[in-house]
């Protein structure tokens, strides 16, 4: 029972390039969720999708695309990534209680 | 903005203290109150969560207490154990759809 998988788990990227974060779920979820992590400043929300073929910005969209390529499939795009994207991500699915990935650690330098 | 403020940022108990934290929300809509712990490396992992048609849950050593009035909810951990060293954050919802976080919390229990 993998849960929710997130790759890759560390990544190191140059100012301007360019990273999808994959992340996978096997619980038969609707709703999916990107979150990233900083220090002091808890979980803020990315985008969200509530269902197949649908997404939505969450409280700190800037930077970021989405996909929602099926039912278990959500990713994450930053097409010209900043040292402000340094962070830890996070993906989530749910239908009540919400289960995370472990994590991608990104910088940017 | 912040609709979660969670206090305090970090925690020092014992073994066997109780740890409080707390949490405050702004938006009424909220009808889903999670605590996520969170240990090193890893993702968030559900605690315990409560609705706000009851003013108080437990479960084992975690309890949830909440105050509709006051738009306020807490967490207790009793008999506190070194193994509850981690991070924890509050959150809240409507409808169980997207989570608003806390800023978490950094609890440490000595031996």
């Known amino acids: 029972n993998a849960g929710v998988t997130q790759t890759p788990k560390f990544q190191v990227l140059k100012t301007g390039q360019s990273m999808t974060l994959q992340c996978a779920q096997d619980?038969?979820?609707?709703?999916m969720y990107w979150y990233r992590q900083d220090p002091g400043m808890g979980l803020r929300l990315i985008y969200y999708?509530?269902?197949?073929?649908?997404?939505d910005k969450g409280e700190v969209p800037n930077g970021y695309n989405v996909s929602r390529l099926n039912k278990r499939e959500f990713s994450l795009r930053l097409e010209s990534a900043a040292p402000s994207q340094t962070s830890v991500y996070f993906c989530?699915?749910?239908?009540?209680?919400?289960?995370f990935g472990q994590g991608t650690r990104l910088t940017v330098v | 903005q912040q609709q979660v403020k969670q206090s305090p940022q970090s925690l020092i108990v014992q073994k066997g203290g109780i740890s409080i934290i707390n949490c405050a929300y702004e938006n009424t809509a909220f009808d889903y109150f999670p605590w996520y712990q969170q240990f090193p490396g890893k993702g968030p992992a559900l605690l315990i969560a409560i609705r706000p048609d009851v003013s108080e849950k437990k479960e084992g050593r975690f309890t949830i207490s909440f105050n509709k009035s006051a738009k306020q909810f807490s967490l207790h951990i009793m008999d506190s154990q070194p193994g509850d060293s981690a991070t924890y954050f509050c959150a809240a919802s409507y409808s169980y759809g997207k989570l608003t976080f806390g800023q978490g919390t950094i609890l440490t229990v000595h031996p």
């Open positions: 999708s509530a269902s197949e073929g649908t997404t």
């Open positions: 989530a699915s749910s239908v009540v209680e919400a289960f």
């Open positions: 619980m038969n979820h609707n709703s």
